[in-house]
């Protein structure tokens, strides 16, 4: 079993009528209003491998670590989904600059 990490970090605006940074969710074939928000932080997705070869028992023990590892990472977490057990993780991190990272920790079945 490998264990792989998935982040996409959001893509955070700048709403100048509220004067705050916002996520903004847009409508199939509709644009940003580029006079009320700017953006801020554009998202980005990436997937690593972190281990490979492990047995099921060790993977889903790399992926607690690496969860309880992840929640230290910005100033706040919100947990969207744990199987620990089953060997996943998923978890929304916020930092203090208004950057949003939504982080999977699961485990990839190699043949």
């Known amino acids: 079993m490998n264990v792989e ?4 970090y959001r893509d955070i605006y ?3 009528i509220d004067n705050r940074l916002t996520e903004v969710n847009t409508v199939v074939g509709q644009g940003i209003d580029i006079d009320r928000y700017s953006i801020v932080h554009r998202g980005v997705g990436s997937t690593v491998t972190i281990a490979e ?10 992926v607690t670590e690496t969860y309880i590892e ?4 910005g100033s706040s977490h919100d947990d969207k989904l744990l199987k620990l057990n089953e060997g996943y993780a998923e978890l929304l991190i916020s930092f203090d600059d208004g950057r949003r990272l939504s982080r999977v920790i699961y485990l990839k079945n190699v043949e």
Request: aromatic content about 14%; overall charge negative.
């Open 53 to 62: 070869n492990l047995s099921f028992e060790d993977a889903c023990n790399l």
């Open 70 to 73: 992840s929640k230290t990472l």
């Open 5 to 8: 990490i998935y982040d996409q």
């Open 14 to 16: 700048f709403d100048n």
